[in-house]
């Protein structure tokens, strides 16, 4: 049997690979030459196609654009020292980025589209993977409701697109975070679980005001009490208290990809690890004890982040020094070194594209 889905390619005529500068990648400014483009009507999956990177044209009435039917995801892929390229885990994202569409009341996308796809426009575009150091191709799929229509009704159409380009860092430094305990991301029974636009669009003021005051971001807290630490809204929070990896989880987390990596291999390695709520009273007492030894932000973006000092009302937490910091560094570079081919991947989290 032929595929269920037809993907037809349309090739780029006017490259951009030869303007991009390797060695001095941002994050997120350049896109590579093609994208993946699928339309949802009439209860179907239809007309797949990879086409040159370029705009979209939609109605003013697009109902995304008014009531924020809109999800994403972030992957990334590496290039190997022998030249092979590698998806890293897009499996948990595609399962993620159906629980969010299951919450927004979006259609699920086929996994012959999200990963199928995937593969194919990794495969067309590989050049723009870079093997330079601490380099990746940022793949972000999303979807959007396009139905041009007023009433406030899930969307009869809808548009998965796929566009990926080469990036570097998204944090070049350890982070100063900011406890929040004004402003809400998001309640139990809400959509913090889910990666819609809606949750990056609600931290923008409340992370304005901390970055006023010289933070870089902030620690969410719980809806109710603002007494539980929750996540960074751009990534995870995870703290080594005593001899345990900590983690805060519920539903009003994001459930990050790298997070769980980090669980999973921290776990190989004989450390105990924990995905439960910690207060802040735990965590800002455990940095005054010292038994919160290492935090750090995780994330596709952000990698592992360290964070170099907490504020909380009005005083500012020092954390030791990042160099120092033993699982950290250790887990970074164990995660560089499986994602970028050079040891062994005991638990096949490498994609390799063919
Ligand atoms: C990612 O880590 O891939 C995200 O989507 C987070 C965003 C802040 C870039």
Known sequence: MGHPYNIEVELTQNSQLEKVDFNNLKFGQILSDHMLVADYDDGEWKEVKIVPYGNISLSPATSALHYGQAIFEGIKAYKFEDDRVSIFRPDKNFERFNKSALRLEMPAVPKEIFIDGLKKLIDIDRNFVPNTAGASLYIRPYMFATEAALGVHPSKSYKFVIITGPVGAYYNKPLRVKVETFYTRAAAGG?????????????????????????????????????????????????????TLVTPGSDTVLQGVTRHSIMDIANSWGIKTETRDVSVKELIDGIETGQVSEAFAAGTAATLTPISEIGFEGKVYKLSDPETRTFSNRVVNYLNDLRYGKIEDPFGWNFIVE
Request: aromatic share 14%.
């Open 191 to 243: 959509v913090g679980f889910s990666k819609n636009a809606g949750n990056y669009a609600l931290a923008l003021y409340p992370t304005k005001l901390a970055q006023d005051e010289g933070f870089d971001q902030l620690i969410w807290t719980d809806a109710k009490e603002h007494k539980y630490v929750e996540e960074a809204g751009t990534a995870n929070l995870v703290f080594m208290l005593g001899d």
